[in-house]
């Protein structure tokens, strides 16, 4: 069973940044991110490889998914927030998504979020 504990969630102000950090226990694994809007359906932001090398991205210009091995940890680098980010943020473990990144079904493990709120 694996265990995932997000943190770095909060209230900024539009154009401000945040880092989300998912701690995570056991092996590693293939770790995506994922938010939640009110009334809307859940939504990939990015995932990365279990060494780190591959990353992918619903919009590369403004976040930057990493990780550390070592401490367990996946790591979200959002800058230019806007008000439209605002969401619950998950981040989710997958033993293998069969190059379906985007697709949250694919995911065995999940975090139990974290609240990001941007002001305009």
């Known amino acids: 069973q694996v265990q995932l504990v997000e943190s770095g969630g909060g209230l900024v102000q539009a154009g401000g940044s945040l880092r989300l950090s998912c701690a995570a226990s056991?092996?590693?694994?293939?770790m995506g991110w994922f938010r939640q809007a009110p009334g809307k359906e859940r939504e990939f932001v990015a995932a990365?490889?279990?060494?780190?090398?591959s990353t992918v991205y619903a919009d590369s210009s403004r976040f930057t998914i990493s990780r550390d091995n070592v401490k367990n940890t996946v790591y979200l680098q959002m800058n230019s927030l806007k008000p439209e980010d605002t969401a619950v943020y998950y981040c989710?473990?997958?033993?293998?998504?069969?190059?379906?990144?985007?697709?949250?079904?694919?995911?065995?493990?999940w975090g139990q979020g974290t609240q990001v709120t941007v002001s305009s």
């Open positions: 989710a473990a997958a033993q293998n998504v069969g190059g379906k990144y985007d697709h949250d079904e694919r995911y065995d493990y």
């Open positions: 056991g092996r590693s694994y293939f």
């Open positions: 990365i490889s279990w060494t780190g090398s």
